[in-house]
């Protein structure tokens, strides 16, 4: 069985003060409502967990109710980081599921194909990222504004969602995560604490997350593009 933990508890400081980015309407939808969707029309997906802010329980049952989502879902309280509510959606999972994709609610134009592709990726190697390699030349500093070095961007990849994982792995990276006291922004971070290979799976078709208000006009126009 595999299951998908939508993360959603995040209200996304760099949107303003008093905005909820994940229901800031697009293409005729909250934000977050798409990026529901695209697991819900995925067909290697079987049910949900989101993972939302204590009190927003009634609106997410009420996009269920909106906008016609047929999946089994779990709507579960977030943590006071991203690692955090990613734990708590984990510990949620039906007993059932064997396979997990993490995906950013703030992210709502994925194709079920890349989701598809990124958990067969998990099945063959325990994790894997859906990512873009790096096309602008890239520069390290020197801690202010200075050039340090340059980068090889041969090798870079700019990491995505859906993060996939099988459960036991995702499991014990939060868990030696969590006791090692780090904070990580990405699961695959987890993954390098225990040692275990992410696989990189290229995803071709745009996949912005909403991060700040001069993002919306480009998700509009994927979302109006996408069948």
């Given amino acids: 069985m595999n299951a998908a933990v939508i993360v959603a508890a995040g209200r996304g400081s760099r949107m303003g003060p008093d905005v909820d980015k994940l229901f800031l309407p697009v293409a005729g939808a909250p934000v977050v409502a798409h990026a529901w969707r695209r697991f819900e029309g995925c067909p290697d997906v079987d049910a949900l967990v989101l993972v939302v802010r204590a009190g927003m329980e009634d609106a997410f049952a009420d996009l269920a109710a909106t ?24 510990q949620a999972l039906d007993p059932a599921v064997r396979w997990v994709a993490v995906q950013d609610g703030a992210r709502p134009c994925t194709p079920p194909a ?30 202010g504004h200075r050039i340090a070095r340059h980068l090889d961007r041969s090798r870079l990849w700019a990491v995505q969602t ?10 014990r990276a939060l868990e030696a995560t969590r006791q090692a006291g780090r904070q990580i922004t ?3 971070a987890a993954c390098e604490l225990i040692g275990q290979p992410v696989e ?5 078709e745009p996949n912005p997350k909403v991060t700040t208000p001069s993002d919306l006009p480009w998700i509009e126009w994927v979302l109006r593009a996408l069948p």
């Fill in 114 to 143: 890349v989701i598809e592709r990124c958990l067969e990726a998990a099945r063959r190697t325990g994790a894997a990222v859906a990512a873009q390699r790096v096309t602008d030349t890239l520069k390290e500093s020197d801690g």
């Fill in 200 to 204: 990189l799976v290229d995803c071709p």
């Fill in 162 to 171: 859906p993060q996939c994982f099988a459960r036991d792995v995702i499991v």
């Fill in 186 to 188: 990405d699961d695959t």
């Fill in 67 to 90: 906008h016609g989502f047929r999946k089994p879902f779990r709507l579960v309280a977030g943590g006071a980081e991203r690692q955090d509510s990613v734990w708590n959606g984990v």
